[in-house]
């Protein structure tokens, strides 16, 4: 910048003698000179024209607009025009735009008829809509600037060939963009293939890849020390709850992980229980250490159960506060008041669906107490508003 400054202040003195020491009558070709170092000083900013329409045209305040050019530069508008109008045309939104230029400021010099309708027309192909296209490449405008042929469709091919159909792999590609421009063959496959060798079976594994796709998106080598060190802990490899263990320990690192504990150590559990609780329901550790210390705090403190019945029952860990925990305590505890139940069995309030709930709570005392209906709904309502106090 400063070397730029420096160079058109040059040019400007330089201009400035020849017209002191000159005129145009007698020097007919200093109009020409003139000129030529005037367009040579407006040239070398190449950002001004491209901070001004980023400005103008998609709305970016000067700082962005000064941050992007520094990643694109064009003299005209007629490329980035296009590239906005084509944008427009399918739907996408002023904000959408902004996002990918923001993302990937160099697609403002894309051919659009080269580079991005090929790629529309695909997904298009393949079932995708057009709002599932732009919610695609908001998330991941890098699809927009990689080959179709030599990474876009070999992609989606792996992805439906595992996923055995084309709509299981948009889906999964609704869950994570991210996957259309990951290397299968380097950071997916060998992953798989881990897995099967270690006897999870490819159902097991095509279930959970739709629903966790990212979680198998890892270094090979980082991959199978998860893999052993969930078959050592003494999961079934025959059961999900051995991806859900090894998704876990892909998501949650070490220091997550020792810091959970210590919550879970501040409420009286050993480490044996926190691992026992875990091998029961693996998501007990992939909780926050918040909303671990909220459940434990209502249910130890307010409706004075032991902390570790949670280790004989951890799913209740993955409930919702507002909507299940509380609500379902408090209707229970009414229901002791008034003498309809003998006492609250943790599995029974806490561990049943919620139409099992409502028969056996709601109900079957609903002679008894036409009102208990109308006062688990209020129950409802008052949790909400308990927990966002």
């Known amino acids: 910048m400063l070397n730029s400054f420096t160079k058109n202040i040059n040019d400007f003195f330089k201009l400035l003698h020849i017209v002191t020491n000159n005129s145009f009558s007698n020097n007919p070709s200093l109009f020409f000179t003139v000129r030529r170092i005037s367009n040579k000083t407006k040239s070398q900013n190449p950002q001004s024209f491209t901070v001004s329409y980023l400005r103008t045209k998609l709305g970016f305040p000067p700082e962005s607009a000064l941050r992007i050019s520094k ?27 902004r ?29 995708v809509t057009g709002p599932e296209i732009s919610k695609l490449l908001v998330y991941n405008p890098r699809i927009l600037s990689r080959s179709l042929e030599k990474r876009i469709i070999p992609c989606f091919n792996q992805l439906s060939k595992l996923l055995q159909s084309d709509s299981k792999a948009i889906t999964a590609l609704r869950r994570n963009p991210y996957l259309m421009v990951c290397n299968f063959d ?82 009286g559990w050993s480490d044996d229980e926190i691992w026992e609780a875990f091998r029961r329901y693996p998501g007990v550790l ?62 029974v309030v806490f561990g049943t669906s919620e139409k099992v709930f409502v028969q056996r ?22 949790a909400v508003a308990l927990t966002q106090s």
Request: aromatic share 14%; hydrophobic share 45%.
């Open 99 to 127: 996002q990918i230029i923001l993302t990937r400021p160099a697609l403002l010099c894309s051919d659009v008829e080269k580079t991005f309708l090929p790629k529309f027309q695909f997904f298009q192909s393949k079932g």
């Open 71 to 97: 990643y694109v530069h064009f003299k005209t508008p007629e490329k980035p025009d296009s590239v906005i109008a084509f944008l427009e045309q399918h739907g996408f939104s002023d904000t959408q735009i």
């Open 186 to 267: 380097t950071y997916v496959l060998p992953n798989i293939k881990t897995l099967i060798d270690n006897g999870v079976p490819e159902s097991n594994i095509v279930t959970m890849f739709n629903y966790h796709p990212w979680s198998f998106v890892m270094l090979p080598d980082r991959f199978k020390e998860i893999v052993k060190d969930v078959k050592e802990m003494g999961f079934n490899p025959l059961l999900v709850k051995f991806l859900h263990a090894v998704i876990l320990f892909r998501k949650v690192s070490k220091p997550a992980m020792e810091s959970k504990f210590d919550v879970y150590k501040k409420w």
């Open 361 to 382: 709570f709601v109900n079957q005392y609903k002679d008894k107490a036409p009102e208990l209906l109308k006062l688990y709904e209020e129950k409802l309502k008052f």
């Open 286 to 347: 992939e909780a926050s250490k918040e909303k671990i210390t909220a459940i434990m705090d209502f249910l130890v403190n307010e409706m004075g159960f032991q902390s570790l019945i949670l280790a004989n029952h951890p799913s209740v860990i993955s409930r919702s506060l507002e909507k299940w925990i509380v609500p379902r305590a408090l209707f229970a505890r009414e229901l002791l008041s008034k003498g309809l139940i003998k006492d609250l069995k943790f599995s």
